[in-house]
């Protein structure tokens, strides 16, 4: 199982999850993404498709954050639904994803 770091390319991503080889997104992981979207370092087709790519069966996410991982990935590969990811939004998300999660409150989103 390869454990992603968030900082690698999309196209060497992309690659490795249509392997169907197994790879591992943790929270810190998630937080480089997200830091990537909100600095727009990537443009929104590029992000749908990662984000797309990152919710498929191939991905395992770290078990105490997998419900903020799941809903960040969901708010990104569905702008449709949700709008183009915000700045505001983005920091939202890395900031969950950083909180330990005995401090973090209850939330209807995850």
Do not use: W
């Amino acid at each position: 199982m390869k454990r992603l770091t968030g900082h690698e390319p999309f196209k060497e991503l992309l690659a490795l999850i249509k392997t169907g080889e197994k790879v591992y997104l943790s929270a810190s992981a998630m937080s480089a993404i997200l830091n990537a979207v909100a600095s727009e370092a990537c443009e929104a087709e590029t992000i749908q498709r990662l984000a797309d790519a990152l919710e498929g069966e191939s991905v395992d996410y770290e078990d105490a954050k997998s419900g903020i991982i799941a809903q960040a990935l969901f708010e990104l590969s569905s702008p449709e639904i949700n709008g183009a990811a915000t700045l505001e939004r983005c920091a939202e998300l890395v900031a969950a994803l950083e909180v330990p999660d005995s401090e973090r409150p209850p939330t209807a989103r995850g």
